[in-house]
């Protein structure tokens, strides 16, 4: 089941508000019925996506992560801004791993108007994106195809991942512990997002504001051990601890980098014109 465009309003207002929201505040910042949104809670909480108590809803504690296409559409706009943010540290002729995850998916359909990548991933979603430019090669590494999640895992993968050495590692990541850990739902993410991680030459970690104290089980690696966090505003207590850890933080838009590379479409029309 895809969310709809209110229930994905819900989850967000539900973030935004700490995590708690009751009933009654849901019915008048949405101006629908009880019964509209007890509908719409009700499904939420089916598919794990809140938790019900008495007079509203709680986000869950959670152990497994939410389906990938649950998740393409929460915090969007979010992902949308690190997505831009990020294709605009990848120059064309560049090699990089683009890991797991919806946000690494929105860098894939941003980095589409580059030319000469070298992209290789497990995120199927992102493969299938990249295939819309020939200009660029995509490698997908082979494994066991996770269903909800849209990826591929497993040992083959990870093994693949460590047979390239490329230019630049993307990594998004479930949670960002109050340590500075940074978590996952599985061992099998935590492989390969350390096999990304050792195998490339610069380290970008990718994740909207929302994540920072998300639970997931698995410790995959620290802050400190990233080059570059990109996000789309970060929290004094979070700027704090990529401080401890000598990790530069950006969360500036796009649009006011003075060095953008300009996209291959524009680029393509510049030269139309000129030849004519």
Known sequence: MQLSERQTQIIEFLTSRGGTLSSSELTESFDVSV????????????????????????????SRNLSFTNRQVINLEEKKHV?????????????????IGTTPSQIAEHLIYHTDLKVITNNLNAALTL?????????????????TDEDIVGEEA???????????????????????DLLNFSSEESYLFKAILENCEKSILVADHHKF????????????????????????????????ADLPVETRPVETRPDETQPMEATLAVKVAESN
């Open 83 to 99: 997505a831009r943010l990020t294709a605009a540290h990848i120059p064309n002729g560049a090699s990089l791993f683009l890991g």
């Open 131 to 147: 295939c819309g430019n020939p200009n660029i090669e995509t490698y997908v590494v082979g494994g066991r195809v996770r269903h």
């Open 35 to 62: 019964q509209t949104i007890r509908k719409d809670l009700n499904e939420l909480s089916d598919l794990g996506v809140v938790r019900r108590v008495h007079g509203g809803i709680t986000l869950p504690t959670q």
């Open 213 to 244: 104290l998300r639970s997931a089980p698995v410790k995959s690696g620290h802050l400190k051990e990233f080059d570059l966090f990109l996000t789309d505003s970060v929290s004094p207590e979070l700027k704090t601890l990529c401080d401890e």
């Open 158 to 180: 990870t093994s693949q991942f460590r047979n390239f050495q490329v230019n630049f590692g993307i990594c998004g990541v479930a949670g960002i512990s109050e340590s500075g």
